[in-house]
């Protein structure tokens, strides 16, 4: 373990990208992404179990998803203003420890309240983590750079998406649902030994005052780029939502199988992430506008080719591959837009797309009502649309 600050300059940067020590740290963010983002979706494949065990209806238990996502939205940007000038290395470390706690509180939960205590804990520092793990990874790897080290980063997802919330899911059916919190309460645990003792220490950021970094609120072309976030993240998980559904009840993909589609649409989404992180560094607002349209292209026609299974998986790939791209590129393309506080920007990004995460639910859902499921596709194509057509108003803001 390095006792030294490491500068992260630009021409630092560059240092660390000639020894390849910055890679490994961005591995280390990478797998630690991994267990946070597994410890926030696994309990969705646990709820049933959770829901019994503890003699609770599942609805009830779905609540511990809403709480963990609002929790993200509503805390995430003012505790990242107030813990920006923490050393980074010691940051990360204090968040995996409390992710560990909560994990293992969540597994002795023995009622819904002490659970729910559990969840609320993790989701005030998740997007801390988010914030502050892509402006490090951006500042390890260079300005040229940045793109493909925050895509880098946001492996973590596509990997949990395809590896640890099934595997989560499948341990809980052989251990129980307390064993995949016990489980995830010792990755947590091993990420922050490891980062003690590989990730060197960092020069602590410079301290801006609470007024400063929230001046970036009065810049229009960065409060565009967010509202542009919140509109693409709406059409994503308008029919990402309900894919589950679409694929058994549309596509006739039997119910034991559709685990295996999802996983398939996971798997593709990690060509997705390198992609993006390639073409978000050239230009951000057309590599948004590109995955965008690619997005909704995706998804309008799923339901038309649903009987075709060839073709329904060339739309799933498409679909799968837009979907993940769009994560890293909406994160850099709005650190970019701030001139400053670029932790908290990030964060205000992640809870852009925790607010298009909620309203994409509720319109699939009330355009089910509606239209019946098929119309999801063309419900969240014209979303995406909505968000292309947004591109020369949030380019304007940039002059």
């Not at 813990?83 to 968040?95: G, N, P, T, Y």
């Not at 973590?156 to 995949?180: E, H």
């Not at 059409?235 to 939502?241: K, P, R």
């Not at 798997?267 to 390198?274: D, E, K, P, Q």
């Amino acid at each position: 373990m390095s006792s030294e600050y490491v500068d992260v300059s630009e021409d630092a940067a560059s240092e660390l990208n000639r020894d390849g020590s910055n890679a490994f740290s961005i591995f280390l963010l990478a797998v630690a992404a991994f267990v946070i983002v597994t410890t926030e979706y696994s309990i969705v494949g646990i709820l049933p179990g959770l829901a019994r065990d503890l003699n609770i209806s599942i609805s009830a238990a779905g609540q511990l998803v809403t709480l963990f996502a609002f929790t993200v939205m509503l805390f995430g940007p003012a505790l990242t203003a107030l813990l920006s000038h923490v050393e980074r290395k010691r940051l990360f470390v204090a968040i995996l420890l409390i992710f560990a706690a909560a994990n293992t509180l969540a597994a002795i939960a023995p009622n819904i309240w002490v659970l729910a205590v559990a969840r609320f804990i993790p989701g005030l520092v998740l997007p801390v983590f988010w914030g502050v793990a892509s402006e490090t990874a951006g500042q390890l790897a260079g300005s040229q750079f940045a793109g493909r080290a925050v895509s880098r980063v946001y492996l973590g997802i596509s990997a949990a998406l395809l590896f640890g919330i099934p595997i989560g899911t499948l341990a809980a059916d052989y251990i129980g649902w307390r064993g995949t919190f016990w489980g995830l309460a010792g990755l947590s645990l091993l990420m922050a030994l490891l980062m003690v003792a590989f990730m060197p220490t960092l020069a602590r950021p410079q301290r801006l005052r609470l007024a400063e970094q929230t001046r970036i609120l009065t810049n229009t072309h960065f409060i565009a780029n967010v509202i542009m976030s919140v509109v693409v993240f709406t059409a994503m998980f308008t029919a990402y939502t309900y894919l589950a559904d679409t694929l058994e009840r549309i596509a006739g993909v039997a119910s034991t199988h559709v685990g295996w589609w999802l996983m398939g649409f996971g798997a593709v989404g990690i060509w997705g992430n390198w992609l993006g992180g390639r073409l978000v560094d050239r230009n951000p607002l057309r590599a948004t506008l590109i995955f965008t349209s690619l997005l909704g292209f995706g998804m309008a026609i799923s339901v038309p080719v649903a009987n075709s299974l060839n073709l329904l998986i060339g739309a799933l790939a498409i679909w799968g591959v837009a979907y993940t791209a769009l994560f890293p590129i909406c994160q850099v393309r709005v650190m970019k837009s701030a001139s400053h506080a670029k932790a908290l920007a990030g964060t205000l990004n992640v809870s852009a797309a925790n607010a298009g995460t909620g309203l994409g639910a509720i319109i699939g859902g009330l355009a089910i009502k509606e239209w019946g499921l098929g119309s999801i596709g063309y419900v969240a194509t014209g979303i995406a649309i909505l968000a292309i057509l947004m591109a020369p108003w949030v380019a304007r803001r940039a002059s």
